[in-house]
């Protein structure tokens, strides 16, 4: 089953976090699949943990492409760009997430987030949604 993993949750795979057993338990899965703009949001994740002191910077490096390795696929940002902004601009929310929201929609397939916010507007626009 094709699964749209979110940036709440990849980064778990990578930082000690409230859910990361439950996110850990996801990497299994077949079909996993996300926007392309995960690595920066990866990556964005990793850093703020370098500047707290919690990851040092050679680990780091490392763990951006591992996070990466789980997906089978990372759907370029130009694909989905438009329904992004439309989903953004009917439901005022970030594009950011959005990104996420439309491949979900285009793909049929559930987003799994750990994000309150996400969740409540993957409801409201009729997207599946899991909570992890």
Not at 58 to 79: K, R
Request: contains cysteine; hydrophobic residues 55%; glycine residues 4%.
């Amino acid at each position: 089953m094709t699964l749209v993993i979110d940036a709440s949750v990849a980064a778990q795979w990578l930082l000690q976090q409230q859910h990361s057993a439950a996110a850990n338990a996801l990497r299994k899965e077949q079909g996993l699949i996300a926007p392309s703009l995960i690595a920066a949001e990866i990556g964005n994740a990793i850093w703020k943990a370098v500047r707290r002191g919690a990851v040092p910077r050679s680990e780091a490096l490392a763990a951006l492409s591992a996070g990466l390795l789980p997906f089978e696929t990372l759907v370029p940002n130009e694909d989905l760009h438009v329904q992004a902004l439309a989903l953004a601009i009917d439901h005022g929310h970030p594009i950011y997430d959005c990104f996420y929201l439309a491949l979900a929609e285009r793909e049929a397939a559930p987003l799994v987030t750990a994000d309150e916010s996400m969740i409540a507007v993957a409801r409201k626009a009729k997207i599946k949604v899991r909570r992890i």
